[in-house]
């Protein structure tokens, strides 16, 4: 590998000096001693009056479009930052809301819930009084209609009776003995159906 840029190199210094020699015989003024003067001359003054153009006019605005451009960026991901945590604020915000609604949304319900069961036993207390006092006037009606049931069915009986005997004897019997007896076999069944 050393060997082979050697070798280029020795060939195009060969090269540049069989071009320098003709130069200065075939008339190449770039390579002639008598105008390096003038050449030098006109490389500063070009490269002289390049390097003030580039330093003065085009430098300074690349100078000033990168630090624009580095500035704008560091705004950008300052913005960037700012944006990144007023987001994460509002999403801890929305998250507090949410926590919060769902709290007061289970008290809502359980409240709610107890109200309605609150209701449903204050109606059911009700409704089991209501019941109650349908009992004690139904079992008065029923101790009411025992009492003139009583009376009635033996003034049935004993009319029923004597209509019977006066039938069968054809005479009539005296009600009072007749009532006696209804009276006493009422009693009797009376007893038997209390189980006294």
Do not use: C
Not at 14 to 26: K, N, R
Not at 94 to 120: C, G, M, P, W, Y
Not at 180 to 191: F, Q
């Amino acid at each position: 590998m050393l060997k082979k840029i050697i070798f280029q190199f020795l060939a195009l210094s060969l090269i540049f000096t069989y071009s320098a020699q003709s130069a200065e015989s075939g008339g190449m003024p770039q390579l002639n001693p008598e105008f390096w003067i003038s050449q030098i001359f006109w490389l500063v003054l070009t490269f002289g009056l390049l390097f003030i153009i580039l330093s003065k006019f085009i430098l300074p605005k690349i100078s000033n479009n990168l630090e624009t451009r580095k500035s704008q960026i560091l705004e950008n991901i300052e913005t960037a930052d700012k944006q990144r945590e007023e987001t994460e604020k509002k999403v801890k915000e929305f998250d507090k809301i949410i926590n919060d609604t769902k709290v007061e949304a289970k008290n809502f319900f359980n409240s709610e819930r107890q109200k309605v069961l609150d209701d449903i036993n204050n109606k059911r207390l009700s409704l089991e009084k209501d019941i109650e006092k349908e009992i004690i006037k139904a079992e008065e009606e029923i101790n009411q209609l025992k009492k003139t049931s009583q009376e009635k069915i033996t003034k049935i009986a004993i009319e029923t009776s004597s209509d019977l005997v006066k039938q069968l004897i054809g005479e009539d019997i005296n009600k009072s003995s007749l009532s006696a007896i209804v009276e006493d076999l009422s009693k009797k069944e009376m007893e038997k159906h209390n189980g006294i």
